[in-house]
């Protein structure tokens, strides 16, 4: 019961460019947001969350969007960099111990 | 960044051989947690504990025991290893301030493999 879903395993992007990663879920009870980094033979590390109450949230290059009603969020990346290359995470719970995951994109910045 | 090491990093073993990982905090935060790592899956709790000898099950808690007899130490057990438990796991850990956001900190991660 995989309840948040990324469904691209990969992308591909010019450096320079903008890069979308996209996650949907299934748990209308899921109040938080968050995005995870992760770099090989390294930990995740956070990266941006967004609560529900909230439609964007930005830090930098780092922007998340998120569509209560189509139950769907976004991460975009502008300009993407070559050290943004990486595996990303998104990640969604209602209460700290059922945060759930979803399998990870992994995304490649072509200088 | 958290202080949190994990041992061992990479471990081969055999189908029905006890194995234990170890997590090691130096962050003193009450909350710890267990995670593996598969293709496909993500990352899935296996369990966690908020508290010195409070823990609880996760999504994926069959076959593995946990114990936190100190803050700073939470100890993963496959009491008797199957090939399915071959894995990445990550320990993790949090503050109470930070519990409402859900950020997590994460170890190096274990390469567990089991033969």
């Known amino acids: 019961d995989q309840q948040v879903k990324q469904n691209s395993p990969s992308l591909s992007v010019q450096e320079g460019r903008i890069s979308i990663l996209n996650c949907d879920y299934t748990?209308?009870?899921?109040?938080?947001f968050l995005w995870y980094k992760k770099y090989p033979a390294e930990g995740p590390t956070f990266l941006i969350s967004?609560?529900?109450?909230?439609d964007k949230n930005e830090d930098g290059r780092f922007t998340v969007f998120l569509n209560k009603s189509a139950k769907h969020l976004s991460l975009h990346i502008v300009p993407s960099q070559p050290g943004d290359s990486a595996v990303y995470f998104c990640?969604?719970?209602?209460?700290?111990?059922?945060?759930?995951f979803g399998a990870g994109t992994r995304l490649t910045v072509k200088p | 960044d958290a202080g949190i090491t994990q041992s061992p990093r990479h471990k081969v073993t055999e189908t029905g051989t006890p194995v234990t990982l170890r997590c090691h905090q130096t962050?003193?935060?009450?909350?710890m947690y267990w995670y593996r790592q598969d293709p496909g899956h993500g990352l899935r709790l296996i369990h966690y504990?908020?508290?010195?000898?409070?823990?609880d099950k996760g999504e994926v808690s069959d076959g593995y025991s946990v114990s936190r007899s100190k803050t700073e130490d939470f100890l993963l057990t496959l009491e008797s290893a199957t090939s399915s438990q071959t894995s990445v796991y990550f320990c993790a850990i949090s503050d109470s301030d930070r519990l409402n956001t859900g950020e997590l900190f994460f170890g190096e991660g274990s390469r567990l493999t089991v033969l």
């Open positions: 962050e003193n935060h009450r909350y």
């Open positions: 748990n209308s009870m899921f109040d938080y």
């Open positions: 967004i609560s529900s109450i909230k």
């Open positions: 504990s908020y508290g010195v000898k409070d823990t």
């Open positions: 990640a969604a719970f209602y209460n700290n111990n059922d945060m759930r």
